[in-house]
């Protein structure tokens, strides 16, 4: 497999604060990579800066050969990477029809692979098991359904690479089960998976490559049985085992992400 996705030196402050030092990391094409690291790592600056919702001081990213560093997030997303958020940004008024009817939208006439249509939509949404709920206004679903609803505005976009902000994060076991069927799917089916996430089980049983962070720099990077007993990682969870992170519950209640969606 070859690099699809290069991050070379990223640097990135806020103030005083250095939230990137340094990171350093490739997903190859084909790939679910894991980036995991203890909470304030830079896992989700990193998100920003790959896809163009964050500058970075220095350093470069390269996705399938270009070089994207400091490019608009539409242009990125245009390029073919798409991503979700870690609070889920759906349109809550808007049936879940209408909100994959906004995600085709957004891919360039260039790169669409087919026609426009309402059936390209409601494919999707049978994929993530909502096809029932089609016309129902995305506000009334569930946290986890909301998620998948995501997934699929995603895919509506055709994208090489997906970026996944905590897809298993604040969702019930069953949905996290769905959840991890689906991008295992799409995988076979050649889409690339970068993907943060602080449930372990999850990570561990779908990735193919797991890289650490700590302190906004990559420190270890591995297969998940090699990751999971690395000394370096382990003393970056605080000496604890991987076993035990949380899985934590995103803060707020689930109408924040729809305001959230309908503001962007």
């Known amino acids: 497999m070859s690099a699809l996705l290069e991050v070379t030196d990223v640097r990135r402050s806020f103030g005083g604060l250095q939230a990137l030092s340094g990171c350093s990391f ?16 830079g896992k989700t600056t ?17 996705f399938d050969g270009r070089d994207i560093t ?7 997303g245009a390029l073919g990477v798409g991503r979700t958020f870690q609070l889920s940004r759906v349109f809550g008024r808007l049936t879940l029809l209408e909100n994959l009817r906004v995600g085709r939208r957004a891919v360039p006439k260039s790169r669409r692979k087919e026609l426009f249509s309402d059936e390209r939509c409601l494919e999707l949404l049978d994929f993530v098991g909502l096809t029932r709920l089609a016309q129902d206004p995305a506000g009334s679903l569930s946290y986890g359904q909301r ?35 689906r991008i295992s799917e799409l995988n076979k089916q050649g889409v690339t998976f970068l993907l943060v996430e602080h449930n372990m089980e999850f990570v561990m049983g779908i ?17 998940p ?18 076993d035990d992170e949380p899985d934590p519950v995103p803060a707020g209640s689930p109408a924040e992400p729809d305001q959230a969606g309908e503001s962007a």
Not at 26 to 41: E, M
Not at 70 to 76: C, I, M, T
Not at 207 to 223: K, L, N, Q, S, Y
């Open 46 to 62: 990193m998100f920003n800066v790959i896809t163009g919702y964050e500058r970075a001081d220095a350093g470069a990213v390269r």
């Open 207 to 223: 990735c193919d490559v797991v890289a650490v962070m700590e302190r906004g720099a990559v420190i270890a990077v591995g297969d």
């Open 225 to 242: 049985g090699t990751v999971r007993h690395d000394p370096r990682v382990l003393d970056a969870y605080l000496g604890g085992s991987l």
């Open 147 to 181: 998620k998948l609803v995501e997934l699929a505005m995603v895919l509506a976009q055709e994208p090489s690479v997906i970026l996944l902000d905590e897809p298993a994060g604040g969702i019930n076991p069953t949905l996290i089960g769905q959840m991890a069927d």
């Open 26 to 41: 490739s997903v190859q094409r084909g790939s679910v990579t894991g980036l995991i690291g203890p909470n304030g790592s």
């Open 70 to 76: 400091g490019l608009s997030a539409d242009k990125v």
